[in-house]
């Protein structure tokens, strides 16, 4: 099973999610979209959730990047620093996602091998190690934690050319296919069993 999930209310980043909803990605995969709440508190609540009763076999997080020309792929989260409020006026417990979790947690996910593959592709895609330090980044550090970082988070532009969905989707289900290609790999690989719960599907 697979979930995208994003994190505003009206955005290009949910336009795409029900697009890839309606799209799919590939045979035998099940496209699920959520939205998760602008708020600390019940975007955790809501992930937790997930993670004990849909138990994807990853999640991936879309969210807008305001004056992004591009598609930004990102391979970590932090733990620390969060001290913009949300639309709750808050933030969360001592500025951090988990208390006593890792200072900041990286996908299973080669995010700079697959932009690179992308890219060779001609998709309009980049990689990066900062989220952004606000619900994009909170959000993929709970799902990397509760998940055993078997989750992306995937930054599209909030306007422009790309941020049509007619463009959008099409791209993102390439880049999106990709990664469940790499977590394929990953699966029949060695070391698989130390990254994935004996739960994943």
Partial sequence: RFG???QYLVNSSWEA???LKKAGLREGS?????E????????QQVLAEIWHTVKPKVAVHLGIAPGAKCIILEQTAKNHGYKERDVCGSCPANNCCVEGGADQLDSIIGMRSL?????GLGLDVIYSRDAGRYLCDFVYYCSLHYGQRR???IHVPASGNLARPEILVPQLQA???ALLRQMDTLRTSPTASECQ???AT
């Fill in 4 to 6: 995208p999930f994003r």
């Fill in 17 to 19: 999610a029900k697009g």
């Fill in 30 to 34: 099940e496209v699920c979209i959520v």
């Fill in 36 to 43: 998760i709440p602008v708020s600390y508190s019940k975007a």
């Fill in 115 to 119: 932009a690179k593959h992308l890219k």
């Fill in 151 to 153: 989750a992306a988070f």
């Fill in 175 to 177: 880049i999106i296919q």
């Fill in 197 to 199: 719960p004996a739960s």
